[in-house]
């Protein structure tokens, strides 16, 4: 394997110091890391990328000697002045024929793996190039025998180096590198296996990765391994992998197909892999959850329905009347002109109420991704209110305020939030319909906290009991007769969705409440 284009491919950041501290090879990994490019830094000392200075050239003395690693958390500053941390870990290495070469410094970092395609080839074609010249020369005279064994062992003495550089940047890595026959037989993987597979290297080797490929994406990796036309915007390949266990789990593979340049059949597959699981899981779940919000607030119309009709209704009626009353006066011979520009101002008034009403109702049956901005979360519980004015009316119901004042604005999806707070309240409602409860109370209290708002509602019914409290989120569990049974795993999954939490007291000494906290921003 070529030293260089192994040193590029690895994705966590690497770099090559001389005894000095200076660095003398910066791979793709340390670019995308610290913003500067290879050209910028070469010659450096490395600790321009740190917060403070450290003394890199005791270190990798102390290192060289001991042959020992040097490991430490660090901050470092990217080239545009952000910061941000990493582990450092700095190894001593063999030295070379130049004796530059002194040790490599690796940061532990999420990043792209950078494609060195070229840079492999080219060297491949140099070392073989080399070798075809060493033989050359041994079979056309015999005088320079002595002079081509010393190259040879020369040669040799490379390979070694470098053979012994990849397995130190392999076992060093985290990401999961591997490398290939044509018909997908591990030739070699690095320790991380152990972590993302369960499998030890020495299980894996001689084994087919297509056995641990989930059946669904074996087309998908088949065509990935087997294309033989090179593609510099290659993305990378997501596909689902058998653990030790038996779990399935998500990876992410940058893969390099080696080719014989002559017969352009495959020789070796290289691939540089990632568990992703979280990520992809954390996505689905994202959209499951708008999904199944966007299908509760589509089932809550009904229910809504008589309630925006009662209220749209009422500044209707005011218009008619406005309206008639201009017409009566009209009809008179004598008429007062700033009476009747009075009456009409009422009646567009209400027209505008009654716009805002249809507006709101057609916002909160909108179907989109979460949009957040900034909002007084005083007014939006005071709107969401309103909203459902007429079933409070209904059901008798009182609603208390208790508002924190100088409450700062909050980036929050405003209709999400009034689904939150609208099933709440009608989950309220509904759990104070037993005739022995005489008084029917909804206490809603906002206070500031240290890094957000608090949100708690409470109401004169039975609560929840400790049994409860920890099924209520499942999706489908309601103690309701007619419930649903996905409000309440809706609502905390907006607020997570907001950077928030959901917290349920259970009923203790008559005392039961709902709250979940909003950040001012995230």
Request: aromatic content about 8%; some cysteine.
């Amino acid at each position: 394997m070529d030293v260089q284009g192994l040193f590029d491919v690895i994705t966590d950041s690497a770099v090559l110091l001389d005894k000095s501290g200076r660095v003398i090879n910066w791979n793709p990994g340390a670019t995308a890391l610290f913003g500067y490019s290879k050209k910028e830094v070469v010659g450096w000392s490395i600790n321009f990328i740190y917060d403070r200075n450290f003394p890199f050239p005791k270190i990798i003395q102390e290192s060289v000697a001991q042959q020992k690693k040097w490991q430490e958390d660090t901050i470092y500053i990217r080239k545009n002045g952000m910061k941000g941390s990493c582990k450092s870990f700095l190894s001593p290495l063999p030295p070379n024929e130049q004796n530059k070469v002194t040790a490599i410094l690796m940061h532990h970092n999420t990043s792209l793996s950078k494609k060195v395609e070229e840079e492999l080839q080219k060297a491949n074609a140099t070392m073989l190039y080399q070798l075809q010249q060493l033989l050359s020369g041994f079979w056309s005279a015999n005088a320079l025998l002595i002079d081509n064994m010393g190259q040879l062992e020369q040669t040799e003495r490379k390979l070694r180096e470098s053979e012994l550089r990849f397995h130190l940047l392999a076992e060093n890595a985290t990401d999961v590198i591997s490398r290939h026959s044509a018909d997908g037989t591990y030739l070699y993987v690095s320790p991380a296996c152990k972590i993302s597979m369960g499998y030890s290297p020495e299980e894996l080797v001689g084994k087919n990765i297509y056995k641990f490929i989930h059946h669904d994406d074996f087309t998908k990796i088949k065509k990935s391994f087997t294309r033989r036309r090179e593609d510099i915007h290659n993305k990378p390949t997501v596909y689902r992998i058998k653990r030790k266990e038996g779990e399935f789990r998500w990876f992410e593979s940058n893969i390099r197909i080696i080719l014989d340049e002559q017969t352009r059949i495959i020789n070796e597959i290289q691939l540089a892999s990632r568990d992703i699981t979280d990520r992809i899981l954390d996505k689905k779940a994202r959209l499951r959850g708008q999904q199944l919000a966007h299908v509760f607030r589509l089932s809550s119309m009904e229910e809504m329905a008589s309630g925006m009709a009662h209220e749209i209704s009422q500044p209707l009626a005011a218009i008619v009347n406005f309206t008639r009353g201009c017409v009566r006066h009209l009809e008179n011979s004598e008429h007062d002109r700033d009476q009747l520009r009075n009456v009409m101002e009422k009646a567009v008034v209400q027209a505008e109420r009654a716009g805002e009403i249809v507006q709101r109702l057609k916002n909160f049956f909108c179907k989109g991704q979460l949009v957040k901005t900034p909002c007084k979360i005083n007014n939006v519980i005071r709107e969401t209110v309103s909203l459902i004015k007429h079933e409070l009316i209904a059901s008798k119901t009182k609603i208390d305020f208790d508002f924190a004042k100088e409450v700062p604005f909050i980036f929050i999806d405003k209709i999400q939030m009034q689904q939150v707070l609208q099933n709440l309240i009608q989950n309220a409602i509904e759990a104070m319909q037993d005739k022995h409860i005489k008084e029917k109370r909804i206490h809603i209290q906002t206070e500031a906290i240290e890094d957000g708002i608090n949100i708690t509602i409470s109401d004169t019914g039975a609560g929840f009991s400790k049994e409860l409290i920890h099924k209520v989120f499942m999706p489908f569990f309601t103690t309701k007769a007619h419930g649903r049974g996905m409000g309440l795993a809706i609502c905390r999954s907006i607020i997570e969705a907001h950077g928030g939490q959901f917290t349920i007291n259970p009923n203790s000494n008559n005392h039961s409440w709902i709250r979940f906290s909003l950040p001012f921003s995230i």
